[in-house]
T-cell receptor, first 113, second 112 residues
């Protein structure tokens, strides 16, 4: 079956702009999570959605937001982009809210100039 | 903060076993130990997880000490494709795996 799909793969934006990233989870998975990866901070949890509800949120400013649709697809939005938002944004999906593995997408590489 | 401590880097000869240690001295009774790896420029990949018994699957074996304060991931016959950053993560039972706290991980270099 198809894996986690993230679009676009690469993106270049200018400071002050906003950006929307998309994630399609594996069919049947209801949990979708987002992570930011930078060389300095490593992999950091952004937020998790389960059945269209945000269940957990990491320590990021309010400029970072997300949502999940009824088909479990998810989007994350970053407003008023800063140079420090340049990162690899990873989406992960898992089957349910029991102890199962997470499947990660290839990520979206965002560069803010 | 991550609940685990791992060496920043390790080398392994191709074909030999790679033993990656992880310290999780503050682990609580209902928390599992998970291992993921990230090959350069790809998303992390699940390897294995366990609670207190040793576990084995097609990719690796997980050895957890009796006091559960540390564990070792074993790749029995490392190949060049196993070169990656390996993350040891402690996560509570019932967790959706949707809120993983990654540490710095161990960069494993498999050499010919």
């Amino acid at each position: 079956k198809a894996g986690v799909t993230q679009t676009p793969r690469y993106l270049i934006k200018t400071r002050g702009q906003q950006v929307t990233l998309s994630c399609s989870p594996i069919s049947g998975h209801r949990s979708v999570s987002w992570y930011q990866q930078t060389p300095g901070q490593g992999l950091q949890f952004l937020f998790e959605y389960f059945s269209e509800t945000q269940r957990n949120k990491g320590n990021f400013p309010g400029r970072f937001s997300g949502r999940q649709f009824s088909n479990s697809r998810s989007e994350m939005n970053v407003s008023t982009l800063e140079l420090g938002d340049s990162a690899l944004y990873l989406c992960a999906s898992s089957f349910s809210d029991v102890n199962t593995e997470a499947f990660f997408g290839q990520g979206t590489r965002l560069t803010v100039v | 903060d991550a609940k685990t401590t791992q060496p920043p880097s390790m080398d392994c000869a191709e074909g030999r076993a790679a033993n990656l240690p992880c310290n999780h001295s503050t682990i609580s009774g209902n928390e599992y130990v998970y291992w993921y790896r990230q090959i350069h420029s790809q998303g992390p990949q699940y390897i294995i997880h366990g609670l207190k018994n040793n576990e084995t699957n097609k990719m690796a074996s997980l050895i957890i000490t009796e006091d559960r304060k540390s564990s070792t991931l074993i790749l029995p016959h490392a190949t060049l494709r196993d070169t990656a950053v390996y993350y040891c993560i402690v996560d509570g039972y019932g967790g959706s795996q949707g809120n993983l706290i990654f540490g710095k991980g161990t960069k494993l270099s498999v050499k010919p």
